[in-house]
């Protein structure tokens, strides 16, 4: 419970009036609605006063918890976000660090106020915004020293775009240290640096990198979707993956390939003479864009190894050895076009 409330519920108590509480500790009525709706907190040589007039300890009524609870927090930022639509800005900003004032060990009320705060001033473009930088750049540095690995990681990705936006390219950098290696957003923010720093062909290449990775990534997990289909014997939703598993090599220019492939084992599943053998047909007269990736303006910066002719007869050969399984398409047997095919 906030200052301002202890003082109202125990006024309230009391059966005094705003005006009565004023009188009685020598100062305004206003001065005590002020306190009670957040907007200042009294002078510090009025707490023993206060606490003495409601008949409760200073220590009750600075509401002093060792925690705040996830429930009050969100409650104090939802209130905080109702604030700025309808508060001048200012008052608002007084009313947050008053509440920071009075959970100051709240790493995520610190970072959530000074976000939507910060964000709110940006979308409203007042002329006067900055005056409020110092404050919320303090603020995402102390939620950046909590002890939950999730609230730095937030507290520095704040940091970084509230640098970003000031052209301050070398400390948005120094955030990027707060995440891992292996996490691609790490590696898209630099990305972002540069492209800001004159350094396009890095940018370039980093975005590039983690658009074949994030295809990489896509396709296994749509893969082993599919595995789990296959296995709940999900017949329908199998095909609607494997169309997904299509979709998506044609839309990061994998290569007709890596389109046609991907049907096979459901052709064979089902013994689809006509589809299987389509299927085959086109993979081996679409081996040579098995690796088309490497030749797509997408990927125009990256580095690919050369594939030689060696290498596309090694994959003729190998699937030509798996079309002739007679095991697996056991349901050709008697189908000349088969035959021929693998003959």
């Not at 905080?80 to 660090?97: C, G, S, Y």
């Not at 110092?134 to 020293?145: F, G, N, P, S």
């Not at 296994?220 to 595995?227: A, G, P, S």
């Amino acid at each position: 419970m906030r200052v301002g409330n202890v003082i109202r519920k125990y006024r309230k108590d009391k059966n005094l009036t705003q005006e009565e509480m004023a009188k009685r500790l020598g100062v305004t009525a206003p001065a005590v609605n002020k306190w009670e709706n957040g907007y200042s907190l009294p002078d510090i040589s009025l707490l023993s006063p206060i606490a003495r007039l409601l008949n409760i300890s200073i220590d009750t009524l600075l509401s002093h918890e060792k925690e705040l609870s996830d429930a009050e927090a969100n409650r104090l930022v939802e209130e905080a976000n109702k604030k700025l639509k309808t508060e001048p800005l200012d008052e608002v900003f007084q009313w947050i660090k008053q509440c920071l004032v009075e959970y100051p060990n709240c790493n995520y009320l610190i970072l959530w106020m000074a976000r939507i705060f910060d964000s709110h001033r940006q979308m409203t473009g007042l002329p006067d915004g900055e005056k409020y930088d110092a404050y919320i750049l303090d603020c995402y540095k102390r939620a950046l020293e909590s002890d939950d690995q999730g609230m730095r990681n937030a507290a520095a990705e704040s940091l970084y775009y509230f640098y970003m936006n000031r052209e301050q390219y070398e400390q948005a950098g120094q955030c990027l240290t707060c995440f891992s290696q292996e996490n691609p957003e790490r590696k898209r923010r630099q990305a972002m640096i540069y492209s800001k720093t004159g350094r396009q062909e890095d940018a370039y290449k980093m975005f590039e990198e983690l658009l074949y990775a994030g295809y990489q990534n896509l396709n296994m997990t749509l893969r082993d979707i599919y595995m789990l289909a296959m296995k709940e014997n999900e017949r329908n939703k199998a095909h609607m993956l494997v169309d997904k598993i299509q979709k998506l090599a044609r839309l990061f220019e994998f290569g007709e390939y890596h389109e046609i492939s991907p049907a096979l084992e459901l052709a064979v599943l089902e013994k689809n003479e006509a589809e299987t053998l389509y299927i085959m047909e086109r993979m081996l007269a679409n081996l040579e864009s098995i690796c088309a990736f490497t030749k797509s303006s997408l990927y125009s910066h990256m580095e690919f190894k050369v594939i030689d002719a060696e290498y596309l007869i090694e994959v003729r050969e190998d699937l030509m050895k798996g079309f002739r399984d007679e095991e697996t398409y056991a349901y050709l047997k008697g189908n000349q076009q088969w035959r021929d095919l693998v003959g």
